[in-house]
């Protein structure tokens, strides 16, 4: 269950990183646990009070919904995909930080409407493309993994905003892991 609520957290970190002028590598969302290990190589200090936050808060978040570690883990598994297709741009990721502007602590309204608009994009895009139909998923409860994920990353966009560089430095690292299977697929 860790592994894949890392992998879920690296991959929103990813899609925050937007939102601060820096691109994901194409496939790397989906890879989110490779992209939490490059950060904490590049920055552990500034990186785990943000990974073991985000995993602190969305424990709560779900038990507070008696959503059984079983159920989480399997959603995750379906959902992370979906993050790579249909997760937010830049432009929508810049008006959800502006947006929980001058709020402090995931709880503040400013910061969970942001994330509540954020999940339902996802998960609307996601159900116009199909991407539900024929999975065993669960929109309301990946609207709540994605909100409660959301909203600890907009309640810590100060800390994602230090981290620039760590993040920087991870995605050219990703970029780099993908080039020689990049070669070895064109030869």
């Known amino acids: 269950m ?8 690296g991959a929103g970190v990813q899609l ?12 790397a969302i989906s890879k989110g646990y490779a992209f939490v290990e490059q950060l904490v ?11 073991v936050g985000a ?3 969305m424990w709560s978040h779900w038990r507070a919904a008696r959503l059984q570690p079983a159920v989480v883990a399997e959603q995750l598994e379906t959902l992370i995909p979906l993050l790579e297709t249909y997760g937010p741009d830049r432009h929508a990721i810049t008006i959800a930080f502006a947006a929980a502007a001058g709020s402090t ?4 309204s400013r910061c969970m409407i942001a994330a509540q608009k954020l999940a339902a994009h996802i998960i609307d895009q996601a159900s116009r493309a199909g991407a539900f139909d024929n999975q065993r998923i669960n929109r309301s409860v990946c609207f709540l993994l994605l909100e ?9 966009r100060r800390i994602l905003r230090d981290m620039k560089f760590a993040i ?12 020689p299977l990049r070669a070895a697929i064109a030869a």
């Open 16 to 27: 925050f990183a937007r939102g601060l002028g820096v691109d994901a590598a194409p496939g």
């Open 55 to 57: 995993a602190r808060s």
């Open 105 to 108: 602590g995931i709880s503040n």
């Open 41 to 51: 190589a590049a920055d552990a200090a500034a990186v785990n009070p943000v990974v």
């Open 2 to 9: 860790e592994r894949i609520l890392v992998r879920f957290i």
């Open 168 to 179: 920087e430095k991870a995605t050219a690292e990703m970029q780099r892991s993908q080039v």
């Open 148 to 156: 409660g994920l959301f909203g600890h990353l907009l309640a810590e």
